[in-house]
T-cell receptor, first 112, second 111 residues
Framework: DADVTQTPRNRITKTGKRIMLECSQTKGHDRMYWYRQDPGLGLQLIYYSFDVKDINKGEISDGYSVSRQAQAKFSLSLESAIPNQTALYFC???????????FGPGTRLTVL | GEDVEQSLFLSVREGDSSVINCTYTDSSSTYLYWYKQEPGAGLQLLTYIFSNMDMKQDQRLTVLLNKKDKHLSLRIADTQTGDSAIYFCAERNSGNTPLVFGKGTRLSVIA
């Protein structure tokens, strides 16, 4: 089984709808991250969490919110989706220090 | 703020060496990473280098770090079609800051 899973893997929705993307991990890591990938723009950090009680905004948090329900679960919500939020979304986990981040397979979101 | 720059595209012939370059602005960057993203997949760590090192070699991969110029490169020897992917440079300046990624270099290997 994959260590970092994301659901759904693909989602098409309409402008104004509320969307939740979920991330679960079995690695036992405290730190979890949500990134957005757009062609030619690389990965941009949306939100990150260093433990269950810690939530931090990244560089592009506007229009998004997150919930850290447990050490293993970190969900990303779009309260009212808009077309320029169409992108590939990645969840990642990591440990304190300089260790690598482990990425999920991504969720492709299309907002019509 | 911190910034990491990479060229967006690189095309090489199978069997040649590929060199992917990266520059960063944060002089206090402590760890620098190369991640690989294959089509339809997430990112996987390829290699990393500490800022107190100049070079790191791992099989076909060689990482060179020029701290003075804030320049990082990844050399792939004997490039294969399976090396076709997007390669991301990333840096962090402490264990308590998230990674900062470049925009990624798309490597195309021509058979």
């Amino acid at each position: 089984d994959a260590d970092v899973t994301q659901t759904p893997r693909n989602r098409i929705t309409k402008t104004g709808k509320r969307i939740m993307l979920e991330c679960s991990q079995t690695k036992g890591h405290d730190r979890m991250y949500w990134y957005r990938q757009d062609p030619g723009l690389g990965l941009q950090l949306i939100y990150y969490s260093f433990d269950v009680k810690d939530i931090n905004k990244g560089e592009i948090s506007d229009g998004y919110s997150v919930s850290r329900q447990a050490q293993a679960k970190f969900s990303l919500s779009l309260e009212s989706a808009i077309p320029n939020q169409t992108a590939l979304y990645f969840c990642a986990t990591g440990e304190e220090g300089y260790n690598e981040q482990f990425f999920g397979p991504g969720t492709r979101l299309t907002v019509l | 703020g911190e910034d990491v720059e990479q060229s967006l595209f690189l095309s090489v012939r199978e069997g040649d060496s590929s060199v992917i370059n990266c520059t960063y602005t944060d002089s206090s960057s402590t760890y620098l990473y190369w991640y690989k993203q294959e089509p339809g997949a997430g990112l996987q760590l390829l290699t990393y280098i500490f800022s107190n090192m100049d070079m790191k070699q791992d099989q076909r991969l060689t990482v060179l770090l020029n701290k003075k110029d804030k320049h990082l490169s990844l050399r792939i020897a004997d490039t294969q079609t399976g090396d076709s992917a997007i390669y991301f440079c990333a840096e962090r300046n402490s264990g308590n800051t998230p990674l900062v990624f470049g925009k990624g270099t798309r490597l195309s290997v021509i058979a």
